[in-house]
């Protein structure tokens, strides 16, 4: 089984609309990530949470906001999408004495 | 300087042959760096990291150059299978953030 799963996979989504995506990890990391890609843009950090209680923001927050559930769980809301939301969105994980992530298997979010 | 910065390619290259990647970084400060290899559509996956002068693994080779603030990785007798993207990463840890900022990847194509 794969130790950072997202859901969904693939979303297709409509202008206003509110949407989550979800991650969760096996790996018992306490650090966990958001990211989004987009051609020629590489990845930028949407947000970041170091355990449960902490939860900050990155690069390119606005628009987004998120939840830490639990050590496991880290969800990734857009309120209100909007087109140019339209991304892949990648979820990570990291242990607090590395600078290596683990990322999941990616999120394609279409908002039209 | 942008922060991070990679040629983005495409490297066309034939089986077999010598490719090198440089990258070149902004912030004098940071201590280690790393190789991200992303298939297309797939999430990123560490390949390399760096830590002094360079690390080698056996046909992939990552050089360091602190004074002039770049990074190469060099890749000998090229495989199919190499063909990917690969991204420059370089941590920034104020405040023990132990965020990543990751270039925007440079495209190779291994052929036939």
Known sequence: DADVTQTPRNRITKTGKRIMLEC?????HDRMYWYRQDPGLGLRLIYY????????KGEISDGYSVSRQAQAKFSLSLESAIPNQTALYFCATSDPL?????????TRLTVT | R??????PGPFNVPEGATVAFNCTYS????????????????????????????????????????????????IRDSKLSDSAT?????????????QLTFGKGTKLSVIP
Request: charged share 20%; proline share 3%.
């Open chain 1, 24 to 28: 969760s990890q096996t790996k018992g």
């Open chain 1, 49 to 56: 949470s170091f355990d449960v209680k902490d939860i900050n």
């Open chain 1, 98 to 106: 590395s600078y290596e992530q683990y990322f999941g298997p990616g």
């Open chain 2, 2 to 7: 942008k922060e991070v910065e990679q040629d």
């Open chain 2, 27 to 74: 912030n004098s400060a940071s201590q280690s760096f790393f190789w991200y290899r992303q298939d297309c559509r797939k999430e990123p996956k560490l390949l390399m990291s760096v830590y002094s002068s360079g690390n080698e693994d056996g046909r992939f080779t990552a050089q360091l150059n602190r004074a002039s603030q770049y990074i190469s990785l060099l």
């Open chain 2, 86 to 98: 690969y991204l420059c990463v370089v941590p920034h840890s104020g405040a023990g953030s132990y």
